[in-house]
């Protein structure tokens, strides 16, 4: 399993409120996630009308169809009507770079049991927890 992410900033010089910069903002997720089935959100310069933080991934087998989406998104958005690509990154990770296990990286739990929206495992029964031998 391969995961792309791709973050960029979009000008959006027209726009001259929060209103304007939401209806360039949505119709390009939109179209993004239809044409390319990638999930798209904004996520930096909320508050800012004339730039739009924003970010991408797609997951895929094959990293080399992933590396291609991202060479045509970012074509597209080169073009657009209305904005402008600002700076982007993009990488492309295999399911080993990926965290796991909810472990920090010396190993350490992220959480602690409490903190955990998963419930602790219960014991299985056995000979010492039955009803009987209580």
């Given at each position: 399993?391969?995961?792309?992410?791709?973050?960029?900033?979009?000008?959006?010089?027209?726009?001259?409120?929060?209103?304007?910069?939401?209806?360039?903002?949505?119709?390009?997720?939109?179209?993004?996630?239809?044409e390319?089935?990638v999930?798209?959100?904004?996520?930096?310069?909320?508050?800012?009308?004339?730039?739009?933080?924003?970010?991408?991934?797609?997951?895929?087998?094959?990293?080399k169809?992933?590396?291609?989406?991202?060479?045509?998104?970012?074509?597209?958005?080169?073009?657009?009507?209305?904005?402008?690509?600002?700076?982007?990154?993009?990488?492309i990770?295999?399911?080993?770079?990926?965290?796991?296990?909810?472990?920090?990286?010396?190993?350490?739990?992220?959480?602690?049991?409490?903190?955990?929206?998963?419930?602790?495992?219960?014991?299985?029964?056995?000979?010492e927890?039955?009803?009987?031998?209580?």
């Amino acid at each position: 399993m391969h995961l792309a992410v791709f973050q960029f900033e979009l000008h959006i010089p027209g726009a001259e409120s929060l209103k304007d910069k939401r209806r360039v903002v949505r119709s390009l997720k939109d179209k993004l996630h239809r044409e390319h089935m990638v999930a798209v959100a904004e996520v930096a310069f909320l508050d800012n009308p004339a730039v739009a933080g924003m970010a991408l991934t797609a997951v895929s087998r094959d990293p080399k169809h992933l590396a291609t989406v991202l060479d045509r998104i970012s074509a597209k958005l080169r073009t657009l009507e209305g904005a402008q690509l600002g700076e982007s990154t993009r990488e492309i990770l295999s399911a080993g770079q990926l965290p796991g296990d909810d472990l920090a990286d010396d190993g350490s739990p992220l959480w602690t049991p409490e903190e955990s929206r998963d419930p602790p495992p219960s014991p299985k029964p056995g000979p010492e927890t039955t009803p009987e031998t209580r």
